[in-house]
């Protein structure tokens, strides 16, 4: 999943191995314009891919979704009521799913990716986090000082505009759902994505990091941010406290397995890994220094990541250690996933790449 993404440009932080952020507003344009059909358009930066039964959806830039049903062998777009770059995509089922993107972006799809509807923008998301701000001051909900800087903050987007991008969506289940982003930015939905409430007052996050990556097992979710932060819910995402890990740099990815087992990547290639959800970790010697962008796991249980140097890197024991898959070298990546057939799909700046699993897998054996 899941990937940092640059506010003015069109690539991922990791990819420009950017730590930090270059704000830049975007326009109103980009939010009303719909994406312009394009015949180069599997070409396009792709920033993230996901896989719902025999389909195969990526997003990209301007707005781009590009859609598959034969495993990633030929692409069509769809159509988006939008022209930001979209930052990441889920489905909670083979019809409904969401993506979100740059601008507070944050979009909808009932019919398995073919079209999609526009729920919220940074516009709508400004006064959505000044009222809330307001109404909890109001209500005397929480430390003063505190709420006193989310009123600052949200009016501050407020007269800045649509500059905030979201980064990452994931859906716990089809009725509950969060979407986080730069500066801290996180809502939840409990309802189906029918409303959207902020959700910053949960989570221990005082310097505004940027939240990068998120996921869960079971009711214990995570989140991955910049300068090594790392924050965990064991109370099914009611509050989020920080978790000490021993790195200062950004986490580009968060990788959950179903036994609470975490990896965190990011910037220069460092990885971690954790078996007891984030009490102690391990650092795991990856063979590449570029910043990681992406990881899977593989229905044999097999571990991927990719990074900014178009490197593939597999582990078969949990993550303790990775091996470079020997591949011919791509274009920096951002995101990967696994189609019905078994092979590898993976994005980035030159679009959507299909690989054999055998060329990958059955290689470092």
């Not at 952020?21 to 326009?27: E, G, K, N, P």
């Not at 910053?200 to 941010?225: K, R, T």
């Not at 986490?251 to 078996?275: C, K, P, Q, T």
């Amino acid at each position: 999943m899941r990937c940092n993404r640059t506010i003015g440009g069109y690539l991922t932080c990791a990819l420009l191995l950017a730590s930090s952020w270059t704000a830049q507003a975007v326009v109103p344009g980009p939010l009303e314009r719909p994406a312009q059909f394009s015949p180069y358009a599997e070409r396009a930066v792709m920033v993230a891919v996901t896989a719902i039964a025999n389909r195969l959806v990526a997003v990209g830039e301007r707005g781009i979704v590009l859609l598959s049903d034969d495993n990633g062998v030929s692409w069509r777009q769809a159509k988006v009521p939008v022209s930001v770059t979209l930052t990441s995509v889920q489905f909670v089922d083979v019809k409904e799913g969401w993506a979100v993107g740059h601008g507070g972006v944050l979009l909808h799809s009932q019919d398995g990716g073919e079209t999609w509807d526009k729920q919220l923008d940074g516009l709508e998301l400004a006064q959505m986090l000044l009222r809330a701000s307001k109404d909890r001051l109001q209500s005397k909900d929480g430390d003063p000082d505190e709420i006193d800087r989310q009123i600052k903050a949200a009016e501050l987007m407020v007269s800045d505009g649509p500059d905030k991008p979201f980064l990452d969506v994931y859906f716990v289940n089809k009725g509950t759902g969060y979407i986080i982003g730069a500066y801290n930015l996180l809502l939840r939905t409990d309802d189906g994505g029918l409303t959207w409430q902020p959700w910053q007052s949960h989570i221990n996050n005082p310097s505004g990091l940027h939240l990068y990556s998120i996921g869960g097992s079971g009711s214990n979710l995570y989140i991955a941010g910049e300068q090594g932060s790392v924050f965990r819910s064991d109370n099914a995402g009611a509050d989020f406290v920080a978790v000490q890990t021993p790195y200062e740099g950004s986490y580009f990815d968060l990788l959950v397995n179903s036994n609470d087992h975490l990896i965190v990547s990011g910037l220069r290639g460092s990885a971690y890994r954790s078996e007891n959800s984030g009490a102690d970790w391990t650092k795991i010697d990856v063979p590449s220094s570029a910043s990681i962008t992406g990881s899977v796991q593989l229905k044999d249980g097999t571990f991927v990541l990719v990074n900014q140097s178009g490197q593939l890197l597999l582990s078969r024991d949990k993550g303790s250690s990775f091996q470079l898959a020997p591949l011919k070298q791509l274009p920096p990546l951002a995101g990967i996933t696994q189609s019905a057939d078994g092979s590898l799909v993976v994005v980035g700046m030159r679009g959507v790449t299909k690989i054999s699993l055998s060329s990958v897998v059955g290689s470092t054996q």
